[in-house]
């Protein structure tokens, strides 16, 4: 079975413990099987055939965050989102995939358009109040949960998405100092607009030209419900739109998107692999690296008081890709902010794309953890560097009612920086 694939990761686990302090599942639940080495030992049991693979699985390896904090303190460095991400695709291979997960991978996040048009009347429901009354009636649900969790996670739906904002402006001065690609991430296009608004003028101001790409969905969030076919058709689909352009870099706004497109190399094939490492792995950068490495341009107005800014670690950029120290550089380049330490700040906030959905219960056990930590700070502003993560520290600013603006770094770089905005 493919399973067979993660043997020699599994394997290496030799049940030390220290996966145990940085798991959130089992910080809240102290249930072995909620760990990484009690997730690895039940995967290789499956693997050398002492116990067959059913149903009741389904609870301890969904119930993952894939987080990855685990490989932070793992010294045979076990990748246990992998192992995770395998078995869940040899569940749904034997046991079946809900409709509605299959329907969003192989269909709806084929087609942006498509999906777009969904989210607005989601948008349009939102507003007139119909949402709250089909909740009332329990007549729909998400992931086999009440959609009342999915309505309230957004505080609004945008009536325009960020690619209908920027259709048809040219995002280039007059004399470019290099050329960026940006990866439109989905959260970003149909979420927080304004966030890559934020990003795109940033671009501007700083001497470059943008190509905005018409890239589709990353695939993380189907390989998060371990729909690997899906995910090889993202990854072909992806690889042949970021290896056609002649950009300097390829630039994103969403740490998750720029983690997954750097393990592309990995999903592909051997020849595709190769092409993609030598052409495309090496331009990619989360924006808060590339905020870092262009400083030498940037302008910053500066004022009288300071705001008081703390920072969330996304778990794509510190675990996945061990950055921590960019996004704290920029925000404290700039004049008029205070920047303030998060205690436990890379512990996931429990959003994980569609985790807080799925897992409201759990997923709002560990969010407290992260507000209670937030509150302590005494911050003006809650910083972090992924959509899901605003998504969901919004979501727990507005449900505790604590006096926080949660941003992504960007839009407070771009807040402080001096210069014109996009001719939208």
């Known amino acids: 079975m493919a399973l067979s694939q993660v043997y020699d990761q599994v394997a290496q686990c030799s049940r030390c413990g220290f996966c145990q302090p940085t798991c959130p599942t089992y910080l809240i639940s102290g249930n ?3 760990v990484a080495r009690g997730r690895n030992q039940l995967v290789r049991a499956v693997i050398e055939g002492r116990i067959e693979l059913n149903r009741d699985m389904k609870e301890p390896l969904f119930q993952c965050l894939m987080c990855n904090a685990c490989y932070t303190s793992c010294f045979p460095k076990i990748k246990t989102d992998r192992v995770i991400a ?39 429901g939102k507003r007139s109040g119909l949402s709250r009354l089909v909740q009332v009636l329990r007549v729909l649900g998400w992931y086999g949960k009440n959609i009342a969790h999915a309505e309230g996670l957004l505080a609004s739906i945008p009536r325009l998405f960020l690619r209908e904002r920027i259709s048809g402006v040219n995002i280039r001065p007059k004399e470019p100092r ?18 890559g608004l934020a990003t795109l003028e940033l671009m501007l101001l700083r001497g470059f030209e943008v190509e905005v790409l018409g890239n589709y969905c990353c695939g993380l969030p189907a390989y998060a419900y371990g729909d690997l076919d899906s995910v090889q058709w993202f990854a072909e689909q992806n690889t042949s739109i970021l290896a056609a352009t002649d950009a300097d870099y390829i630039v994103t ?18 020849s595709e692999s190769s092409t993609f490492a030598e ?12 905020l870092h490495e262009t400083e030498d341009v940037a302008q910053y107005a500066s004022s009288n008081g300071k705001e008081k800014v703390t920072y969330h670690d996304p778990c794509h950029l510190a675990h996945h890709l061990n950055e921590r120290q960019a996004p704290r ?17 890379d512990f996931c906030c429990g959003g994980a794309g569609s985790y807080n959905i799925a897992h409201y219960d759990l997923s709002m056990q560990i969010l ?10 005494g911050a003006d502003v809650l910083a972090t560097a992924c959509p899901a993560c605003l998504i969901q520290l919004d979501y727990g600013v507005r449900r505790q009612s604590l006096p926080v603006k949660a941003k992504h770094v960007t839009q407070i770089v771009r807040e402080h920086s001096i210069g014109p905005s996009l001719p939208l």
């Open 279 to 290: 052409q495309v792995t090496g331009k990619i950068k989360d924006v808060t690296m590339w």
């Open 329 to 345: 550089q920029v925000l404290g380049h700039l004049p008029s902010v205070e920047y303030v330490p998060l205690p436990e700040s």
């Open 178 to 195: 290099g050329k960026l690609a940006y990866f439109v991430g989905c959260g970003i296009n149909f979420a927080h607009p304004e966030v």
């Open 32 to 34: 072995e099987g909620e």
């Open 86 to 124: 395998q078995a869940r695709h040899e569940l749904i291979k034997s046991f079946g995939q809900p409709l509605l997960q299959r329907y969003i991978f192989q269909s709806l996040l084929r087609q942006p358009e498509v999906l777009g048009r969904y989210i607005k009347l989601a948008g349009f």
């Open 368 to 377: 407290d953890r992260k507000m209670k930590n937030v509150a302590s700070t």
């Open 253 to 270: 706004d969403c740490a998750s998107c720029t983690s997954f497109l750097k393990e592309y190399g990995e999903l592909l094939s051997a």
